[in-house]
Every structure is written in C-alpha cells, then in structure tokens.
C-alpha cells in the first residue's frame, strides 16, 4: 500500500507547531514549580499558551494522520504521550 506524502508546508506546519508545544510545555512545568516555590506565577499566561498549541498539534496531527500514513495506534500515542515527544516522532515519520 503507496501512502500519499503530505505537502512541504503542511508538514512543515506539523514539525513547528509540534517543536513550539514541547517547548511551551517545558516552560509551563519550569512556571509550576516557580509558583509552587516562589511568588513568580507565570502559569496564567502559559497555560492558555500551550492549550492553544496543543489543540493546533491535536489538529493537524488528525488532519494528516492519513497522509502520513500513521496507524491509529501510533495517532493515540502521538496525542496522548506525544507532547513532550511529538517532534521527534513527527521528525523521524516524515524523512
């Protein structure tokens, strides 16, 4: 079976959107512990930041699931454990 290959700037939407939310998750777990262990509280501001990153990866890894020819196995893991790990699985998929 041939898997169709995702267009150059889609895919290359999919690698910075996953990129930039595994960031924006590192940095919102560093802002927990600060509030936790400081008065900085910057979890306001990065919580709604990575929500939005996070439903931009949920999308397009939905939207190009097929394409890319991933199985729905490998889809659940990419949304449900991929966040910190999304890149590189996105990365590795689409050479």
Known sequence: MTTAVAEPTTL??????????????GILLVCSVLKRTTSFNAVPV??????VLF????????TL???LGWSGLKTLLVLTIGSPF?????RRTSR
């Not at 990065?46 to 929500?51: A, D, K, Q, T």
């Not at 439903?55 to 939905?62: K, N, P, Q, T, W």
């Open 12 to 25: 290359r939407a999919l690698r910075v959107v996953a990129l930039v939310e595994t960031v924006s998750f």
């Open 46 to 51: 990065m919580g709604p930041i990575h929500g």
């Open 55 to 62: 439903l931009g990866l949920v999308y397009l890894v939905l």
């Open 65 to 67: 699931r097929s394409q």
């Open 86 to 90: 999304a890149p590189f699985v996105v």
